[in-house]
T-cell receptor, first 115, second 110 residues
Framework: GAGVSQTPSNKVTEKGKYVELRCDPI?????LYWYRQSLGQGPEFLIY????????DSGLPNDRFFAVRPEGSVSTLKIQRTERGDSAVYLC?????????????FGPGTRLLVL | QKEVEQNSGPLSVPEGAIASLNCTYS??????FFWYRQYSGKSPELIMF????GDKEDGRFTAQLNKASQYVSLLIRDSQPSDSATYLC??????????FGKGTHLIIQP
């Protein structure tokens, strides 16, 4: 079946602009995660959704970052007033359930470059 | 602050030999442990998961977990050039998300 998809694959923007990154999880997966991966680092957890509500947004770096999942499927990560330090690969993952033993499957990522 | 430590490498191993990748974690309450492989420019791909102390084998891969020492390892037998990648150790999951190490860059020399 289809895996996790993310759009756009690449995004170049200017400092101060607003961007939206989209994630379409594997069909039937109830849990959705956003991570950010900087060069030479492992992915860093940002936010977790169980269904439509953000169950844990403790990883969001500041209030410029916001994510929604209005119908419990597709999610959008929104970044306001982008800064050069926001440049990274933004990864989305989904899992069938919400337990700690559930395997997370990653999408191809969106490479964000803030000039 | 949960931490996962890995040697960044590069770790160079001859083709056909055993590659040994190691990881330590700080949160003694951690229950789930994952190894992901990441090729350059690609997203992480799950290789193995382990929840119980001891060894778990899957083909050429063996994961080892020692909760008392807070240590996880991945062994790759009969290493192939296609195994050359960055291997990410991840701990946790569920509502807390995964905590990843920085990854170990593995190079298999033909």
């Amino acid at each position: 079946g289809a895996g996790v998809s993310q759009t756009p694959s690449n995004k170049v923007t200017e400092k101060g602009k607003y961007v939206e990154l989209r994630c379409d999880p594997i069909s039937g997966h109830t849990a959705l995660y956003w991570y950010r991966q900087s060069l030479g680092q492992g992915p860093e957890f940002l936010i977790y959704f169980q269904g439509t509500g953000a169950a844990d947004d403790s990883g969001l770096p500041n209030d410029r970052f916001f994510a929604v999942r209005p119908e419990g499927s597709v999610s959008t990560l929104k970044i306001q007033r982008t800064e050069r330090g926001d440049s990274a690969v933004y990864l989305c993952a989904s899992s069938l359930g919400t337990g700690r033993i559930e395997t997370q499957y990653f999408g191809p990522g969106t490479r964000l470059l803030v000039l | 602050q949960k931490e996962v430590e890995q040697n960044s490498g590069p770790l160079s191993v001859p083709e056909g030999a055993i590659a040994s990748l190691n990881c330590t974690y700080s949160d003694r309450g951690s229950q789930s442990f994952f190894w992901y492989r990441q090729y350059s420019g690609k997203s992480p791909e799950l290789i193995m998961f382990i929840y119980s102390n001891g060894d778990k084998e899957d083909g050429r891969f063996t994961a080892q977990l020692n909760k008392a020492s807070q240590y996880v390892s991945l062994l790759i037998r009969d290493s192939q050039p296609s195994d050359s990648a960055t291997y990410l150790c991840a701990v946790g999951g569920g509502a807390d998300g995964l905590t990843f190490g920085k990854g170990t860059h593995l190079i298999i020399q033909p």
